[in-house]
């Protein structure tokens, strides 16, 4: 790796120790906030509400944890405009590493992390629709996904080098869905003066080649749905169904959207379970509930503060989770297992805007 390379790799830790009355358990009051500093520092803060107020910005641009991957002990959080941020705890402490690299994060928008063997993929992309005072200073190579090693993490992030569309036009990969373990689905966009247009291509990991595809099939393979998936998997579709029909009683007008996350499998899926067909006024609303495969079965956030922990497909025996409430303008977006413990991401919404940011860690 060479010297110039070597500065722009910000390799960080921090180990950070718990006391017992700070131990997460089943009561919702305890458990461990922690806030995202726009340079990318995870500080200890009792609630978010207690961190000091950051500008809101488009969540493209905003230092944010855009995604959670989790690999036995170990958390791998995909910071915007940084990196990655790795988690591992042992026992009461937890050690948090910075893998931050200016060079391929500081101007792009980082978004999934997607595993391939012992590595790892971090999809990223230059947001030019809300590029703003960096609309001239575009990075000059394009990155779709940069591969990183967390068994040789002096590696550093290697960009994927694609060859569709044209590389000499300013196309951007915004869009990339796992299909399965090896394949990804990928969209393009390319942003002129008056014009936008858009392309879709199939990448395969084992074998690095690319196919040029429709978008018809990227939308019919890259969102599933998961009606399918959840018939062959009895804990999912009791958890599904149940879930979906908890809040079609809690919740009027609405819509469930259910995500599937299976990271191990490099596989997700989504679909939209009506609740009811549309709001008074004639739009339809929106109830999202992310569900995540974990080691005992699968996980899933609902709206409204609740996560259920479900490991068999009889309902009684789920664990039912009720996490601390968060200020009005705050909500939780994702959630991952790490050994014994759960961390839930945060942050402050306003539409398309995102202002504070974090994670929120309890025990089982």
């Not at 569900?291 to 664990?319: M, N, T, V, Y």
Request: hydrophobic share 40%.
């Amino acid at each position: 790796m060479s010297s110039r390379r070597a500065l722009s790799i910000v390799f960080v830790s921090l180990v950070i120790t718990l006391s017992p009355s700070c131990r997460p358990d089943a009561d919702a009051e305890k458990g461990v906030f922690y806030g995202l500093s726009l340079t990318g520092e995870f500080v200890r803060t009792e609630s978010p509400a207690g961190m000091m107020p950051i500008a809101l910005q488009p969540w493209t641009r905003q230092v944010r944890v855009a995604d959670l991957y989790s690999r036995g002990d170990r958390l791998f959080l995909t910071v915007n405009r940084h990196g990655l941020a790795e988690l591992a705890i042992n026992g009461d402490s937890i050690a948090i590493q910075r893998r931050y690299d200016e060079r391929y994060f500081g101007l792009r928008t980082a978004t999934r992390i997607f595993p391939y063997g012992d590595d790892l993929f971090c999809h990223v992309y230059f947001d030019s629709a809300f590029a703003g005072d960096n609309r001239e200073t575009a990075p000059a190579e394009r990155v779709g996904l940069l591969r990183y090693s967390p068994s040789d993490p002096g590696l550093g992030f290697r960009p994927v080098v694609f060859n569709f569309p044209a590389r000499d036009e300013p196309w951007e990969a915004v869009s990339a869905r796992p299909l399965d373990a090896a394949r990804l689905a990928l969209e393009w966009k390319k942003t002129s003066a008056d014009n936008v247009e858009f392309a879709y291509s199939m990448f395969d990991q084992a074998s690095g080649t690319e196919t040029e595809e429709t978008r018809a099939w990227y939308y019919d393979a890259a969102e599933p749905d998961l009606f399918a998936e959840k018939e062959r998997d009895p804990v999912l579709r009791t958890l599904v169904t149940s879930i979906a029909g908890e809040l079609a009683r809690e919740t009027a007008g609405s819509v469930v959207l259910c995500e599937s996350i299976d990271a191990a499998a490099g596989r997700e899926a989504r679909f939209l379970f009506p609740a009811a067909e549309e709001t008074g006024n004639g739009e339809t609303s929106y109830e999202k509930v992310t569900l995540r495969a974990s080691s005992a079965g699968w996980l899933a956030l609902l709206p409204d503060c609740r996560f259920i922990i479900a490991s068999s497909p009889d309902a009684a025996s789920w664990f039912r989770g009720l996490l601390p409430a968060l200020p009005a303008g705050f909500r939780y977006t994702g959630l991952a297992e790490m050994g014994s413990w759960l961390c839930f991401s945060w942050e402050e919404v306003d539409f398309y805007l995102v202002g504070r940011s974090g994670i929120f860690l309890r025990r089982r």
